[in-house]
């Protein structure tokens, strides 16, 4: 059964906004944080380290379509539990 996922984003200049958090293509996150993945439901967790100035990305994703994330909180290290349930309230399907 196919989960259907709300794609109602709100434009704002190079960022989407999506219910009091922001949306923005992977290649262009800026802040540590935990995201989730649009494209599988993954979750991923930025540290410091990853978007300090002079570091190079840990990972580049090259994908057909642009891949949206949503920074589900500021803390890298959220538990899973609490990201799970930050997702489900916002009716995301999670894959983690």
Not at 7 to 24: D, G, I, L, M, P
Not at 61 to 90: G, L, M, Q
Request: hydrophobic content about 30%.
């Amino acid at each position: 059964m196919a989960t259907k996922r709300n794609t109602a984003y709100a434009h704002e200049t190079s960022e989407r906004t999506f219910t009091k958090q922001y949306t923005v293509p992977y290649n262009q996150i800026s802040e540590p944080g935990t995201y989730y993945f649009h494209p599988t439901g993954m979750l991923f967790r930025v540290p410091p380290d990853a978007v300090a100035p002079g570091h190079s990305p840990l990972i580049n994703i090259s994908w057909s379509e642009e891949c949206y994330c949503t920074k589900v909180t500021d803390d890298p290290w959220v538990p899973v539990n609490k990201a799970r349930e930050i997702c489900a309230n916002w009716d995301f399907a999670v894959n983690f």
